[in-house]
């Protein structure tokens, strides 16, 4: 689906802000050197880049890769700040209610603007209407592994035994409403299957017990999820991929096992208020795309388990507006209910 996304929605009481920026920007070019120079330079102070989680997930580690090359192509300081809390809406609202000037960025995920709006009927902003997508940095699938006690070694034989047990095998998240969680009941929708849900506070902590063989399965993030993987201490059995991934090419795709259409990517991206000037939406886009492309981002991505993207602006629009939609209707036809 192609998304023609303004940048400048209709309903930002910012608009006019942005209009008048951008109608400036224009008027200084064609005035001539003189008074284009009186135009105040961009940036002329620090950038703040919102992570809107704690340090050291997937969402602060490509903030912290990508703003050193950031800082550097576009000379001022490029500061990592974590706001984390309530899914990451406090992060998020920050940079949503913030002037749209260039300043206030944030690294979103699909957590912040997809996955806590649908699951939040009262969130304090609309991820389709309140930013002003940059650029999605990287995106990485979500694996399906299992304990390595449990008698399964495909798909198809975990498919089967949930089948016969509903309700039998139990399935860890990171919470309630977590992107891990969502992913599992889309997985019971088209499977076909009920399992037990098993929330924890962090992803992580679900992680210790499958190798702990205290809970059967969890469906984790690529990125964190290829360590437990590749040294035997679960059992991979399905990625949400279109194509196998790299860093786990024995693990076959959901579509390859059994289940078709369980593509499901966690996208990680720039973002700033909505109203952003599109020539300021412009530079950060290019550099965000150089620090993309720099050896030491390339090389941690692989690590890491991510695609590398760099998409368009429009295309982190169109993007953001179809998981938004996806786990709207997840949500409510699992019936899932926040803590």
């Known amino acids: 689906m192609v998304l023609h996304h303004r940048l400048s929605p209709i309903h930002n009481p910012q608009a006019p802000l942005a209009a008048a920026f951008a109608l400036a920007l224009g008027a200084g070019a064609a005035a001539g050197p003189g008074l284009a120079q009186a135009q105040p330079a961009w940036p002329a102070t620090p950038i703040r880049l919102i992570v809107p989680f704690a340090a050291g997930g997937n969402v602060d580690l490509t903030a912290r890769l990508v703003a050193p090359s950031m800082q550097e192509t576009l000379g001022q300081p490029v500061v990592v700040e974590n706001r984390a809390g309530a899914g990451g809406m406090i992060g998020a609202e920050l940079v949503a209610r913030a002037t749209p000037d260039g300043y206030t960025l944030l690294t979103g995920s699909n957590s912040t603007f997809s996955v806590a709006p ?20 990287q995106v990485t699938p979500f694996v399906l592994y299992v304990r390595s006690g449990l008698p399964v070694q495909s798909l198809a034989d975990l498919v089967r035994i949930a089948r016969e047990t509903p309700g039998g095998l139990t399935m860890g998240s990171g919470g309630t409403g977590s992107s891990t969680h969502l992913v599992g009941a889309l997985f019971q929708i088209f499977a076909g299957v009920k399992l037990l849900h098993v929330p924890y506070k962090g992803a992580a902590l679900a992680t ?17 999820a290829t360590g437990p993987v590749r040294s035997g201490k679960v059992r991979g059995l399905a990625v949400s991929a279109r194509a196998r991934m790299g860093a786990l090419p024995d693990v076959p795709t959901f579509a390859e096992a059994c289940i078709k259409d369980m593509y499901i990517a966690n996208g990680t991206g720039l973002l700033g208020p909505a109203g952003l000037p599109a020539p300021l939406v412009e530079r950060v886009h290019a550099a ?36 938004f939609a996806r786990w709207s209707k997840v949500v409510k036809s699992a019936g899932i209910k926040p803590d």
């Open 208 to 224: 210790t017990d499958v190798i702990g063989n205290q809970i059967d399965l969890l469906f984790d993030q690529g990125s964190t």
């Open 288 to 323: 965000a795309l150089r620090a993309r492309a720099t050896p030491l981002v390339k090389e941690r991505f692989a690590q890491m388990g991510v695609e590398a993207v760099g998409s368009t602006p429009e295309a982190f629009a169109a993007f953001i507006r179809d998981d």
């Open 118 to 137: 649908a699951l939040y009927p009262n969130a304090p902003y609309n991820p389709v209407r309140d930013f002003t997508p940059i650029v999605n940095l």
